[in-house]
DNA sequence: TCTCGTTACAAACAGGTGTTTAAAACACAT
DNA sequence: ATGTGTTTTAAACACCTGTTTGTAACGAGA
């Protein structure tokens, strides 16, 4: 018999709860005893289920990771690279800023990048290089190369970074007395701006190179 | 009479350690038995000449700011705008990307943004606002404005994203096999793509603002 | 009904944390 | 030398951490 309020199995109970409290606080700042609290569960149910606290890390890591490329995919499509430049930046922005559930994703990338855990060269492999690959592709394109040249990459990361930031540096931005987009048009205004400023980057040193 | 190796005064070696291991590890991760260790000083001295571990913190992140401030000054200059935000991403990077020791203030501004204690909202009005101010003015005069529109906020915080990324991200970065800059001249190439990237990439929104 | 594998529970463990205490050592003016 | 204010020291404090333990409750097959 169950607690009404409490209808899940325990290991997802957990996962929901933890899953909340490391992408608010970051994995090492967020106690098993918190998360159990949180779950309406034994403080000896992480050990039990997840084996390690690292463990049910990585599960949620795994788990966020699935949910999060099926909302917003970034693959390798066909088209203009113009355009497949806004989707990418749309999906990449929905992806860190977006509000849903699954923006836990993001949130825990981002931790990870800025206090990286063991479970973190594993997620790049899984997830940054496929990402930073379909961008390396499109910037290629942009410039008209086929090889990442200093310059691509360059590019690339440029792009990343304009991304990024928001996520990042959200504590100065808001000190700073700037809103942070949130809901889905600011979201996409942001995604306009950073393409548009992004494009016209690019064929500025697009030019410079051809002109060496 | 005083060891050899410990000729400084205790406040003073106290600080030299927390600042290493601040900077390296964070504020969190920093324990006060390794700070003493590693300044050969007794645990009960950060607390008797510091009051708290954080206001060492506090402490140590105003010495390393002014020394930042000192070594590599970002103040607002006359000059022709482009040369004015050359200048700007070059110092800006040297901040957050220099080895040396001074370096200190970016690494531990870079982990304060990314996990920001109390100290820090002081630290936002006393450096990073008036850096963003120096970088909103060399926008407006290249976007031939003299308002804060939104299209100069954007562009501003695009310029600070695709500094500080090679910061907060850094381990993602090399990760995906892509060198940091570390060398002066490895920064001063960075340096400039990033000011010729966003010299075109206002350029871009400038047209497109005339054009509305 | 009895058994057996699985799950839940309260309690305790061992280790680390920032901080405080009271006594000792020191530097220095009188 | 004596007294005084400052600094250093070892020890302990109270708290929090992840993890383990032994026991109890549960659910289903025989």
């Given at each position: 018999m169950m607690n009404p309020l409490t209808t899940n199995a325990t290991p997802d109970r957990i996962m929901d709860a933890a899953g909340e409290l490391f992408a608010e606080n970051g994995f090492r700042q967020t106690s098993i005893r918190d998360i159990c609290a949180h779950a309406n569960v034994n403080i000896a149910a992480v050990n039990y289920h997840f084996r390690d606290k690292e463990g049910l890390y990585e599960a949620i890591l795994q788990r966020s990771f699935d949910k999060c490329v099926n909302c917003y995919p970034i693959v390798a499509t066909d088209g203009p690279p113009e355009e497949r430049l806004a989707i990418f930046v749309r999906m990449f922005l929905l992806r860190i800023l977006g509000s849903g559930q699954p923006a836990w994703h993001g949130k825990l990338m981002a931790a990870e990048m800025a206090n990286p855990t063991a479970a973190f060269s594993k997620l790049v492999e899984q997830a940054a290089r496929p990402t930073h690959n379909v961008l390396l592709g499109i910037v290629r394109d942009l410039m008209h190369t086929t090889e990442n040249?200093?310059?691509?990459?360059?590019?690339?990361?440029?792009?990343?970074?304009?991304?990024?930031?928001?996520?990042?540096?959200?504590?100065?931005?808001?000190?700073?007395?700037?809103?942070?987009?949130?809901?889905?048009?600011?979201?996409?205004?942001?995604?306009?701006?950073?393409?548009?400023?992004?494009?016209?980057?690019i064929s500025g040193v697009r030019a410079v190179v051809a002109h060496a």
């Open positions: 040249t200093y310059q691509v990459e360059a590019v690339a990361l440029s792009i990343m970074g304009q991304c990024l930031f928001y996520k990042h540096s959200r504590p100065v931005i808001e000190l700073l007395g700037i809103p942070i987009p949130v809901t889905q048009s600011e979201i996409e205004s942001l995604a306009e701006h950073i393409t548009q400023f992004s494009l016209d980057g």
